[in-house]
């Protein structure tokens, strides 16, 4: 991130209150049960690069053996790219890993945790502060995880 | 003392006024920012004390839980931000200056102060006059979505126009484009577009639209715009603070020269059937013409798909009372 | 908040130079040696399909699959191909050039803006140059930083070249179409000139190159016509209440 003075770094720090994603200036995150984390692994069948909400569907084989599928919604483009990620990384038909915090209105899919790609790279979702930042959604394993 | 002088003056009074009101808006007198007595880490509060919500603390703009309004966002930790990008940095200083006309607002605009989640106070740090029909529909979109956590729909989340308020308030870019009877405000959130007639009348067809109508004329170099005849309620702030339909929005626009060159907005809401009497706040925009091609925003993408917009957890709520 | 203002000298002389400069730009007259594009323009004649200036559509291969089955898909009224007709996504450039609404022109010196009547949308010809382009802190590493992420509308620069506005655009998302059946791919660029054949008749020629869909560059071209008016008689239309009311977004 470019920084034109020490200064404007200096406000960054002090005064990241200010801001708040694209997501939040919509709707409460609240929405989202933020205490529960699933997971699926399954084949990514699509990413849409999209503002103010990107989407990801992931097709998996349920715990009866029956083909799903569940969409999970994060951020802006500016959430993956962020990260060092570009849209040609997200090929579809490999094969993926994602966690999110589910709807609290009971509508399958949340907002997105984090999504590891064939590679093994991990994307965080773009909703709430950056892993590790006090406060922020608990490490994998320390919240029920639901399959 | 000139024109220019009395001007500046008012602007640094007006914005010690905003600067001080994002502050309370943050946490009643006596308490620390952010945290609510009883809940730790302060976040969601711990519900409304004995006696119903609106009877906050000593001190505690009316409606809160004990401890004030919660500082950020909910599911955030108290006093963190959502982890967005930080304050843009300043203008570069070979960036073009803005017209000396004052009467020339065009350029492009960004909100660049902190975001009031509730507005509370007005921009004179006077507790917002709500009545009991606006405290109590306030009260219920608190509670939802801080204590009961089950936030409900509005019309931002379904990708619909917010009205001015919550338009301007985003810290995001807009420009304005003026002909010779309308002038154009052009959002990137949302792709708005609010067009404001000049020296014009209410239209009397019963038509409505999302950001009202807008009928506008100077007032020496200040541009007033009255809005009414809204075709939805407004959420004002991100929390909910309301306008109903039938409110009158009165926008006084003027550039002032203020650290480089601002937009000052003062908003004044008539609105007898949320309020007691009307009120007002104030906003300063920022002269950035470096943000002036906007990123794309297309929400039907999402809202539009199947699911539309329950898929991000929100509830609808229940309906307004109608006048 | 206002005090009562007796004009001074300084400011008549401010309000009769914007008095002049709306007046220029409503008849036309140009700030620098162009005519002004400013104003409200609509379709000469309504159409949903791009038709090209010479010949048939170069399609490849796989350029005509897409659009053969859009076409088959369409007559069923299966409109799943389109995202525009079943979410009201943004049609994005060129299709929102289709728009059978109005739209109007902001003609500046550094950006020519187009609003679409049509669902509230807009287009920026980014026309700065050199050290006038100034980085976008919203963009880079920004809230709304896209990292290359491609858009609907795509990124779009333009100068100039005497009366001729000369229009590029890159960065297109291939999840649209490029008029109501054409494929449109994620190697997409256009190119446009855009200028008036006269007063009241503005003529934009699209140079369309996708070498996945086209086997090379091919153009078309839209003819707009003036309107009487401003911006001020566009009603705000929301695209997904039509949609929700049974009509569908854009006329088939």
């Known amino acids: ?93 490999q094969k993926v890993i994602m966690t999110w915090h589910p709807n609290r209105n009971g509508v399958p899919g949340g907002e997105l945790v984090e999504f590891t790609l064939e590679d093994g790279r991990v994307l965080h979702g773009g909703f709430g502060p950056p892993p590790g930042v006090p406060g922020s959604a608990p490490p994998p394993g320390a919240a029920p995880v639901t399959k | 003392m000139t024109m220019h002088q009395l001007a500046t003056k008012a602007a640094v009074c007006l914005l010690a006024v905003v600067l001080a009101g994002s502050a309370l808006a943050q946490a009643p007198a006596g308490a620390p920012p952010g945290v609510s007595p009883g809940a730790p880490g302060g976040f969601p509060p711990a519900g409304f004390p004995p006696g119903g919500p609106t009877q906050g603390p000593p001190g505690a703009p009316a409606g809160f839980p004990p401890g004030g309004p919660p500082q950020g966002p909910p599911g955030a930790p108290a006093g963190f931000p959502a982890g967005g990008p930080p304050m843009p940095p300043p203008l570069p200083a070979n960036a073009p200056k803005a017209p000396a006309d004052p009467r020339n607002l065009e350029g492009t605009w960004s909100h660049e102060q902190m975001l009031v989640f509730r507005i509370n106070t007005d921009m004179y740090g006077d507790p917002l006059p709500y009545n009991d029909r606006g405290r109590h529909l306030m009260d219920r979109r608190v509670k939802a979505t801080y204590v009961d956590q089950l936030p409900v729909i509005n019309a931002s989340a379904e990708c619909l126009p917010p009205g001015q308020p919550w338009q301007m308030d985003l810290n995001f870019p807009f420009q304005i484009y003026q002909d010779k009877d309308v002038i154009s405000l052009l959002f990137q959130e949302y792709h708005g577009a609010w067009h404001i007639h000049m020296n014009g009348q209410h239209r009397k067809d019963g038509k409505r639209e999302y950001f009202g109508d807008s009928i506008a004329h100077w007032d020496g170099n200040t541009l007033v715009v009255d809005t009414a005849n809204y075709r ?40 007898p059937w949320y309020y007691t009497k009307p009120w007002s706040i104030v906003r300063l925009y920022a002269w950035r013409p470096d943000m002036a091609n906007f990123s794309e925003y297309n929400c039907e993408n999402q809202v539009g798909a199947k699911g539309g917009v329950s898929q991000y957890g929100l509830v609808p709520e229940a309906p307004e009372e109608t006048q | 908040m206002n005090h009562p203002i007796r004009l001074g000298r300084h ?63 369409g007559a069923k009224k299966e409109f799943g191909y389109d995202r525009t007709q079943t979410r009201c996504s943004s049609p994005g450039l060129p299709r929102i050039m289709l728009t059978p609404r109005l739209f109007a022109i902001h003609d500046r010196p550094q950006m020519v803006a187009m609003e679409f009547e049509w669902n509230r949308l807009a287009r920026q010809i980014d026309l700065r140059q050199g050290q006038d382009k100034l980085p976008n802190p919203m963009q880079e590493g920004g809230l709304t930083g896209g990292g290359g992420a491609a858009t609907m509308i795509g ?26 059946y054409l494929p449109s791919g994620e190697d997409l660029e256009l190119t446009e000139h855009i200028h008036l054949r006269d007063a009241n008749t503005l ?50």
């Open chain 1, 1 to 93: 991130m470019k920084f034109y003075k020490p200064v404007a770094k200096a406000l960054f720090l002090a005064l990241s209150a200010f801001t708040m994603t694209q997501a939040m200036a919509h709707h409460s995150f609240a929405a989202y049960d933020q205490t529960v984390t699933k997971s699926v692994t399954g084949t990514l069948k699509e990413f849409d690069w999209n503002a103010p909400h990107s989407s990801m569907t992931v097709a998996f084989t349920d715990a009866n053996g029956k083909p799903d599928e569940v969409s999970v919604t994060t951020g802006a483009p500016a959430t993956m790219s962020g990260q060092g990620f570009k849209p040609r990384d997200f090929k579809v038909g």
């Open chain 2, 232 to 271: 939805r309620s407004l959420w004002l702030d991100v929390d909910g603070t309301p306008a109903s339909v039938n409110a009158h929005l009165t926008f006084r626009i003027r550039k002032v020269d203020l650290s480089g060159t601002k937009l000052e907005v003062v908003v004044t809401v008539d609105d």
């Open chain 3, 155 to 180: 990124e779009t620069t333009g100068h100039w070249e005497d009366k001729v506005l000369v229009v590029h655009t890159k960065n297109l998302s291939d999840k649209k179409l490029l008029d109501a």
């Open chain 3, 11 to 73: 400011a008549r002389l401010h309000h009769t130079f914007i008095a002049i400069a709306l007046l220029a730009a409503a008849s036309g007259a140009s700030a620098a040696g162009h005519p002004s594009l400013d104003g409200v323009w609509k379709l000469e004649r309504p159409q949903s399909e791009f038709v090209p200036v010479q010949g048939q559509i170069p399609f490849t291969e796989d350029g005509r699959k897409d659009y053969e089955a859009n076409k088959a898909s």
């Open chain 3, 203 to 252: 003529e934009d020629r699209i140079t369309i190159q996708d070498p996945a869909n086209f086997t090379k560059p091919w153009d078309t071209v839209l003819i707009f016509k003036r309107q009487p008016g401003t911006v001020s008689q566009f009603r705000e239309d929301i695209c997904l209440e039509r949609r929700n009311a049974g009509e569908t977004p854009l006329p088939r």
